[in-house]
Each structure stands twice: as C-alpha cells, then as structure tokens.
C-alpha cells in the first residue's frame, strides 16, 4: 500500500523538485546564501502550487456564495419537515435538497477542493525533504529524483538557516535535534497557529450573516478554530523545518486571500458586505445584487393581489349589478 502511494506521488515529487531546483538557481544567482536559497525555493514551490490553484479557489468563492443565498430556502425545506424522522420524510427531504442544490448549481463539498487537491502536493514535498538524508548517504532505495541528485542531496542536507537544516525536525527518529532547530520549529509552529486562527476567525467574525452563526456547521468551525493550535503542536513536532517553511507560506497565502474575498466579495447578509455597501455608496457606484439561477426568490404572491394590510371585500352578483352604469346612450 505504501509503495503505491509513492508511486501516485512520484510525478507530484518529480515537479517539486525541478521547481525548487529552478527557484534555487535564482536566487542563488542573485547571491543569497546557499541555505537561504533552497529555504526560498520552497517559498518560491508553494506560490507556484497557489497559483496553480488559484481557478479551484475562485470557484470556491462563487460556490459559498451560493450556498449563502439559499440558506432561506433550505431552511424552509428543514421547517417542513422538523420533526419527521420516518424513513419516507427523511428521504424526501434529502431528495428536495439535491434537488436545490442541483437547480442553483451549488455543490457543498466545493470548499473542500482546495485543501484536497494540494494534500498531495504537501506529502509529497514531506517525503522529498524526509529522505534527504538516506539520499545523501546513498541508502539503496532512495535514488534521484530529477534534479535532486545525491550530491545536491548533500548540499542541502549540509545548508542551514538559523543554524537548522531544513530536513531536521523538533524530534527526530534515533536523533537528538540542536537546540536551534527546536527554537525555529516551535517560532514557526506558533507563526501557523496564529495564522490559521486569524484567518477563520476573520472569516466567522465578518463574512458569515448572523442567521449562519447558529447552525451546526458554524458551531463545528467555532470548534475547529481553537482544535487547529493544538493540531498544529502535536503534528509539527514532526515535520521537517521545509515542510514547515511551505505550511506557513500556505497559510499566509491562504489569509492575505480571505482578506482580499471579505473586502471585494463578501458573503450576502454579512458584515463585510454591509461595509463594502456603504465603500460603494460613498464612491457613487450601484451595487450588483448576487443572484443564483435556478432559485425561486419570489413570495408566490401574484401581481393583483392586495398589498399588505389591505383588506378585499367580497361582492355579491346584485352589488355587482347596482355598479355598472345605468344609462347607455
């Protein structure tokens, strides 16, 4: 199982490492220290791996969005059928929500994409860095890896920054790791922590309508938002500082996104979207109201029927009579 997961990963590891190799070639010809260069070259991999993303992240944007937009119509679908816990109601209901979801093309597990799709690119990476070292002793079963040769192996095994290698880890398999690696492991564990958390609580703080904040799904992120520290701190310990150097680039790609997202696309009925309103009207500028295709926003209230607080009499035929004219010329 494990040799097949390599092999799925291989061509992933193949391209990391002809980027980082291209990244470190740059910007050790511009003179940046031997250490410092293959530290930026992973900068330099995760920008690419965002970018690469950056179609699957816009339609994640549009698909929340949505699924902001018809939270009122399946909150109607929820109160028709609360209470109903037979096998028939409940199927109908999760019959009418596909239905929605499908109408309004709306696909719940879209926010997922992202994070699914750039695993792999981060195990792979964790693997390339993790056997730098049988690498660079030339442990059989560890051969090249494109560019990524065992002596350039060496070379990156031997380079450091703030006296830690970038394939050391806070603890290391039949090793002791340096006190300097154990500082900047824990910096850079702290540095995700508060990335992490200051991205979701941007985002559960202004870009989730009030209405939102009550729902299941909101009080499992709530949950989350102070889980992911403490996720942080047992699995970092074990991460190579490189992989660590991509996680936190990650992260801080991740926030300067979700800024950007609450202040030009916020979601309907949030606080952000009343802020860019109030930008919008100060500046003269109409705003675009966010429609979903395929979602019924009318009351079913015909055109001729009376308006609120309006009360329509019934006539009588003989009424009726009494009001056409009375005299035809």
Known sequence: ????????????????????????????????????????????????????????????????????????????????????????????????????????????????L?????????????????????????????????????????????????????????????????LSTKILTAILIVLMSATTFTTQYQLMRKNMPASALDNPFAKQQKVLLYLMPIFFAISGVNFPVGVLLYWLTTNLWTMGQQFYVIRNMPAPGSEAEANRRKRLERKGKTVEELTVPGLDTSDGVPDDAPKAGQRQQPKSKKRARTQAPKNRR
């Open 114 to 178: 992202p994070i699914l799709i750039q695993s792999p690119f981060f195990f792979a990476l964790f693997q390339l860095l993790n056997n730098l070292k049988a690498q660079a002793e030339g442990v059989p079963g560890h051969d090249a890896i494109g560019p990524i040769t065992g002596g350039v192996a060496r070379v990156i095994e031997s380079s450091t920054i703030f006296g830690a290698k970038l394939s050391d880890a806070f603890f290391m398999q039949g090793a002791t790791s340096p």
């Open 1 to 112: 199982m494990i040799e097949f997961f390599n092999t799925l990963l291989y061509p992933i590891k193949l391209g990391e490492a002809w980027v980082m190799y291209a990244w470190h070639w740059l910007f050790d010809t511009i003179g940046l220290p031997t250490g410092w260069a293959w530290a930026m070259s992973i900068v330099g991999l995760t920008v690419v791996v965002r970018v690469l993303l950056i179609p699957l992240f816009v339609k994640q944007i549009h698909s929340s969005r949505r699924m902001q937009l018809i939270q009122p119509e399946m909150q109607k679908i929820q109160k028709k059928y609360k209470g109903k816990r037979d096998p028939e109601s409940q199927k109908a209901q999760q019959a009418e929500i596909m239905d929605l979801y499908r109408r309004t093309g709306t696909n719940p597990f879209s926010s997922c």
